[in-house]
């Protein structure tokens, strides 16, 4: 279905990012990673499907690296056709306690790359009148929890920034999407996990249970392949539509 499209996955060398894009891969896309580690291992998996991949180790917190990033796109691959905006980080303290630079950093990362990627890619959409943008925001960009004031901050700001360009480009080929995970096992949630069983004495199993006992009805974690189908059914011709939703995949998380 989206052969001779190219997928731009930021923050995809592990977690959400990397099963978002196999699953667009193995629909045929062609693929440009992101993220920072080992990323020969992600690069590797993803061309099993056949399809073209790149990497380019911009970091999403840096305006000119995020230009350099676009232009990587655009000049080894034909332009960006389905532009996922993954790339994220947390961090957890009361907020007279939180460090100013992570506020800054998770502000720049989870949300004003988007504004970056986003400013830059749509002209080409535009001309070529074809795009997706799908949003990686969170249960977070709908509710709160406590300590976590940047990260909800962040992802209620790109639930808002993905309805203002879902209305700019309404009138076109591009749609622009928001998709809502809650929890998923990924590295950035496994160490939520351990700092809970080493702070309340408790095995890891045990943190695991409690932390989707808390929040998540279905008590199971959401699964980067299941992400991956949404950003797929977006893509779809089905989706043409589907224009500045926020849509929740998290076990009943935000129907409480
Ligand atoms: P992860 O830690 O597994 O992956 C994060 C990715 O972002 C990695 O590839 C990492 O290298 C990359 N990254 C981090 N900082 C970067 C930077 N400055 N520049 C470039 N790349 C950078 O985390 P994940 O759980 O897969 O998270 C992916 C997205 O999903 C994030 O936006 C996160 O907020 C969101 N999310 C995760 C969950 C969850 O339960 N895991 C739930 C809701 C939303």
């Known amino acids: 279905?989206?052969?001779?499209?190219?997928?731009?996955?930021?923050?995809?060398?592990?977690?959400?990012?990397?099963?978002?894009?196999?699953?667009?891969?193995?629909?045929?896309?062609?693929?440009?990673?992101?993220?920072?580690?080992?990323?020969?291992?992600?690069?590797?998996?993803?061309?099993?499907?056949?399809?073209?991949?790149?990497?380019?180790?911009?970091?999403?917190?840096?305006?000119?690296?995020?230009?350099?990033?676009?232009?990587?796109?655009?000049?080894?691959?034909?332009?960006?056709?389905?532009?996922?905006?993954?790339?994220?980080?947390?961090?957890v303290a009361n907020v007279e306690d939180f460090p100013v630079e992570k506020w800054d950093a998770i502000i720049a990362i989870n949300l004003s790359s988007a504004f970056h990627t986003t400013r830059l890619a749509v002209p080409g959409m535009k001309a070529r009148n074809w795009g997706r943008i799908i949003n990686v925001a969170s249960a977070h960009g709908l509710v709160a929890s406590a300590q976590k004031s940047a990260y909800v901050a962040s992802k209620h700001g790109i639930v808002g920034f993905t309805k203002a360009v879902a209305l700019e480009t309404a009138t076109t080929g591009i749609t622009c999407n928001a998709i809502c995970p809650g929890w998923v096992l990924t590295p950035l949630v496994q160490k939520q996990i351990d700092d809970r069983a080493s702070r309340e004495g408790i095995t890891v199993e045990e943190a695991s249970r409690d932390l989707l006992g808390e929040k998540q009805p279905s008590l199971q974690f959401v699964t980067p392949e299941q992400l991956g189908e949404l950003a797929v059914f977006l893509c779809s011709p089905g989706a043409a539509n589907v224009r500045g939703v926020a849509w929740n995949v998290d076990g009943g998380w935000v129907a409480q």
């Open 1 to 91: 279905m989206l052969k001779g499209k190219t997928a731009l996955v930021t923050g995809s060398t592990s977690g959400i990012g990397l099963g978002i894009a196999l699953t667009l891969a193995r629909q045929g896309a062609d693929v440009v990673l992101n993220g920072f580690g080992e990323f020969e291992a992600a690069r590797a998996s993803v061309a099993e499907t056949g399809v073209k991949v790149g990497y380019h180790g911009a970091d999403m917190s840096r305006p000119d690296e995020i230009a350099e990033l676009v232009a990587y796109a655009n000049k080894d691959f034909n332009g960006i056709d389905i532009l996922v905006n993954n790339a994220g980080i947390q961090h």
